[in-house]
């Protein structure tokens, strides 16, 4: 059975905290992505790593970095966060040729 | 870039159907569904391919129009099960592994 975990469900941080949230998948996928939900906004990319060390930005990537050491373990990283960044974050990996994504459970981030 | 999805939300009884739409104004290469249940993450339902065919299982099923860059999804005779918010991801380049996601469309069903 395919899983993507995320480390945290919710997380309540404070403003100008640097922030890390964790996805592991265990599918072997090359593809790894994070997207942040927001009402009537949709799904919104920001950013995607296609393989060990590498990463392309989304739609949105200012105020956030990634990192990706190793196949299975993607992290996003908010270096100082602020109040608009409370959201949904959602980590997806997928692999070629399907391309299908699966997604983790999300971590609810609430920055005060 | 982003898709835009009609409608915004919609909502049935049991044993309606339903459309959503899916349009771009780019060139797709394929068209993805997702459905999220409140709660939960988004699951794959299916994908279509730039000159493939209609895809369906169950009672819901999706086309893709290239004339129009437009992919639409067809739920028939609804059931409770089908609530959630429906998303379209779509693929403009091939095999890129990168989806734009639409903003969604919520559809509930009513008993």
């Known amino acids: 059975d395919v899983k993507v975990t995320q480390s945290s469900r919710y997380l309540v941080k404070r403003t100008g905290e640097k922030v890390f949230l964790e996805c592991v998948q265990d599918?072997?996928?090359?593809?790894m992505f994070w997207y942040r939900q927001d009402p009537g906004l949709g799904l919104r990319l920001i950013y995607f790593s296609y393989d060990v060390k590498m990463k392309e930005k989304g739609d949105i990537p200012e105020g956030y970095s990634v990192s990706r050491e190793k196949k299975e373990r993607f992290s996003l990283i908010l270096e100082s966060a602020s109040t608009n960044q409370t959201s949904m974050y959602l980590c997806?990996?997928?692999?070629?040729?399907?391309?299908?994504?699966?997604f983790g459970p999300g971590t609810r981030l609430t920055v005060l | 870039q982003q898709p835009v999805q009609s409608p915004q939300a919609v909502i049935l009884r049991e044993g309606e159907d339903a459309v959503i739409n899916c349009s771009s104004s780019k060139a797709l290469y394929s068209v993805h569904w997702y459905r999220q249940k409140h709660g939960e993450a988004p699951v794959f339902l299916m994908i279509?391919?730039?000159?493939?065919e209609q895809k369906g299982h169950d009672k819901i099923s999706a086309s893709f129009n290239e004339k129009k860059q437009q992919s639409s999804l067809y739920l028939t005779a609804s059931q409770l099960s089908y609530s959630g918010t429906y998303f379209c991801?779509?693929?403009?380049?091939?095999?890129?592994?990168?989806?734009?996601f639409g903003q969604g469309t919520t559809l509930q069903v009513k008993p």
């Open positions: 279509l391919l730039k000159g493939g």
């Open positions: 991801g779509t693929e403009y380049e091939s095999n890129t592994g990168k989806l734009i």
């Open positions: 997806a990996s997928s692999s070629l040729p399907s391309n299908t994504q699966y």
């Open positions: 599918m072997d996928h090359e593809n």
